[in-house]
């Protein structure tokens, strides 16, 4: 049994939206000590001018990265950095004996040239058949014993926690799936851009990326893993005006004969005794507030029976469930915690 804050935590990337998410959740875990955080742009100031929300809960001084000193206090590193920089420094980490979880889309692909593809050039093409992806509920047997973990996107994980389990009993269509899915703001970061200024996103609603996001090859690599043949899918992702949150709608057509009650059975058998997939009862959807703040994910259900389609709608917190709480998840599952540990919170009632 771990004592008390006997996990050391390092966040590198700590004052990003995910980062600073994660710094949060770590501060509340019983089995956490945050011995460093690290910020380029904010190196020397205590976490707490950044974030005064904190209070003195978090009064670390952001530092610079540097692996010798971080390695020397910490078992765990969290990688919050945009895409290409993690691959540069997490060979260095896992050398020095921490473990590593990492929240770019670094180390989520097996298929190298698919990540090169859709990225840059990959400069530690060997960790990428090591990492495992962390979706918990999904390969939780895995991460226990893994030393790097790719940290799923927070659209994939809205998506593929709906759709693996129909995908591995072979209750839909694979050959058409149609994901319509909107995210609240800080899903694009906190570096300031003209398409996420205030003026720009107030009172509007719009899509972006159509049928070109990055996170589309990683739900079909996944996916085709789960079916057990290649995945196609259209994925059109919209920006809505609220600072967290995601739903997903997805359309898929069902195998011959299957009812909406053997897909809410095949649902509920799957992610029977874990606790942050809920099932919405029966004519129930959820929406984004339900989830605020927490690492659920929420699935609802509807078999359109005059079209013949299936329509799930999923609900997560893109800074939650789709980073930063999963993130601990997996640092649970990795060091053999109970994997809610941390995580436990109960979500707003408004």
Do not use: W
């Not at 990540?115 to 895995?142: D, F, I, P």
């Not at 949150?245 to 009812?259: D, F, H, K, R």
């Not at 359109?304 to 709480?325: C, Y």
């Amino acid at each position: 049994m771990l004592k008390s804050g006997s996990i050391r935590a390092a966040v590198v990337g700590a004052t990003g939206y995910a980062g600073a998410e994660l710094v949060r959740l770590l501060a509340g875990h019983s089995d956490v000590t945050i011995t460093a955080i690290t910020s380029r742009q904010y190196a020397g100031v205590p976490f707490n001018q950044v974030y005064p929300a904190v209070g003195t809960a978090v009064s670390l001084v952001c530092e610079t990265f540097a692996p010798e000193p971080i390695c020397e206090r910490a078992d765990i590193v969290f990688t919050a950095l945009p895409h290409k920089l993690p691959m540069s420094i997490v060979p260095e980490l896992l050398d020095r004996g921490v473990r590593v979880v990492d929240l770019s889309a670094d180390f989520r692909f097996s298929d190298v040239a698919a990540y090169e593809r859709h990225y840059q050039a990959h400069t530690a093409k060997e960790l990428c058949k090591k990492s495992v992806y962390g979706l918990c509920e999904v390969y939780g047997e895995k991460i226990k014993k893994a030393d790097l973990v790719g940290n799923p996107g927070c659209y994939p994980t809205s998506v593929l926690l709906p759709l693996i389990p129909l995908a591995r009993a072979g209750l839909v269509d694979t050959k058409m799936i149609i994901v319509d899915a909107k995210s609240g703001v800080s899903g694009a970061g906190r570096s300031p851009s003209l398409g996420v200024h205030f003026c720009e996103v107030n009172e509007s609603f719009k899509a972006y990326k159509v049928a070109a996001h990055r996170h589309a090859p990683e739900m079909e690599e996944i996916l085709g893993e789960a079916a057990g043949t290649p995945v196609c899918l259209t994925f059109v992702p919209h920006l809505v005006p609220m600072t967290r949150g995601m739903l997903s709608t997805i359309y898929v057509n069902p195998e011959q004969a299957v009812s909406e009650q053997d897909v809410r059975q095949c649902l509920a058998d799957y992610y029977k005794g874990r606790p942050f997939v809920r099932l919405c009862g029966e004519g129930a959807f959820p929406e984004t507030r339900f989830v605020r703040g927490t690492n659920f994910c929420d699935i609802g259900v509807r078999l359109d029976t005059h079209a013949n389609r299936l329509i799930l709608v999923s609900a997560i917190d893109n800074l939650v469930k789709g980073a930063a709480g999963q993130a601990v998840q997996n640092m649970n599952l990795m060091f053999g915690v109970d994997e809610g540990r941390g995580l436990d919170m109960i979500p707003f009632p408004v």
